[in-house]
């Protein structure tokens, strides 16, 4: 009997893991070998609603900060996280997010 791409024998050495692609095809891993790739690092859930909430004068401080400079450098943003208690991962965030806020209100209003 034939053992082509989906013959009896084909479909039964694919089922028990032997085959699993077309007969005569044979692709590299697209994500490397299994060494080489990288651990998902996963969020940790936080309690309440999943989002950290901002107090009022971090809020007004980063507003303030926005005002000046919609793009923080590296040395505000270590300045930032210090004085506001925040990761510098935060500040970032908080920025890029504003900045996408700034630009949704900016087209909005045109």
């Known amino acids: ?14 089922s ?3 085959a699993r692609e077309m007969p005569g095809e044979s692709r590299p891993c697209p994500l490397g070998p299994p060494a080489r790739r990288r651990a998902r690092r996963f969020r940790s ?12 004068a971090q809020l007004q401080e980063l507003e303030r900060s926005f005002r000046e400079q919609r793009y ?24 890029q997010n504003r900045r996408m806020k700034f630009k949704r209100q900016t087209q909005d209003a045109r």
């Open 1 to 14: 009997m034939e053992k082509g791409p989906f013959s009896v024998e084909w479909l039964a050495q694919s």
């Open 72 to 95: 923080i450098g590296a040395g505000e943003k270590r300045r930032l996280a210090a004085v506001l208690n925040l990761s510098q991962s935060q500040v970032k965030t908080w920025f």
């Open 16 to 18: 028990r893991g032997g």
């Open 45 to 56: 859930p936080r309690a309440g609603h999943g989002r950290r909430c901002f107090s009022a």
